[in-house]
T-cell receptor, first 114, second 114 residues
């Protein structure tokens, strides 16, 4: 089955710096890669996603890049703010009849210091 | 707005008890999922369902069962709770069509087994 590895497990930055979280996946048939943000005590929520026919996607201060050949994708947050502090999860979904099943990475605890 | 609700936010049970966790979604989603979340391990899929009365094992189904008698409701059952099942349990749902893969999460149930 699919395996998703996420690094780093913790990331500490100063406000205004950039943050990058990287994930690798094992199944070349995976075609959908979402990123979820989970604030303390809250449910995970989708912040951005990318499909395998696209190399990069941006939404204001966040962007995701995908390298299908190397089977890795990354989340980039620019001009970080304290409210960006949360746990971030990457995930991958296989194409075909997978019933929307996602395989998640281990999570990255991002701390943004004011 | 999609709403996914879970029957309890906190639950304390004793070893050997039968435990029911319920999840309800109000968006007519086809797919529903149960995950457990443990620090450093990310979100691990226990079971999922792609239709009423249909279920599939996820990555860690041992010690759990599920029931989906109605489209909007997906129950997770611990037949005989054990201390290693102490965890945060998250339910999620998604539409079902491959073009809309977003999973929407419930608030989670923190289960403690004594």
């Amino acid at each position: 089955g699919e395996n998703v590895e996420q690094h780093p497990s913790t990331l500490s930055v100063q406000e205004g710096d950039s943050a990058v979280i990287k994930c690798t996946y094992s199944d070349s048939a995976s075609n959908y890669f979402p990123w979820y943000k989970q604030e303390l005590g809250k449910r995970p929520q989708l912040i951005i996603d990318i499909r395998s026919n696209v190399g990069e996607k941006k939404d204001q201060r966040i962007a995701v890049t995908l390298n299908k050949t190397a089977k890795h994708f990354s989340l980039h947050i620019t001009e970080t703010q304290p409210e960006d502090s949360a746990v971030y999860f990457c995930a991958a979904k296989k194409g075909g009849t997978s019933y929307g099943k996602l395989t998640f990475g281990q999570g990255t605890i991002l701390t943004v210091h004011p | 707005d999609v709403k996914v609700t879970q029957s309890s936010r906190y639950l304390v049970k004793r070893t050997g008890e039968k435990v029911f966790l319920e999840c309800v979604q109000d968006m007519d989603h086809e797919n529903m999922f149960w995950y457990r979340q443990d620090p450093g391990l990310g979100l691990r899929l226990i079971y999922f369902s792609y239709d009423v009365k249909m279920k599939e094992k996820g990555d860690i189904p041992e010690g759990y069962s599920v029931s989906r008698e109605k489209k909007e409701r997906f129950s997770l059952i611990l037949e005989s709770a054990s201390t290693n099942q102490t965890s945060m349990y998250l339910c999620a749902s998604s539409f079902g069509a491959s073009s809309t893969d977003t999973q929407y999460f419930g608030p989670g149930t923190r289960l403690t087994v004594l």
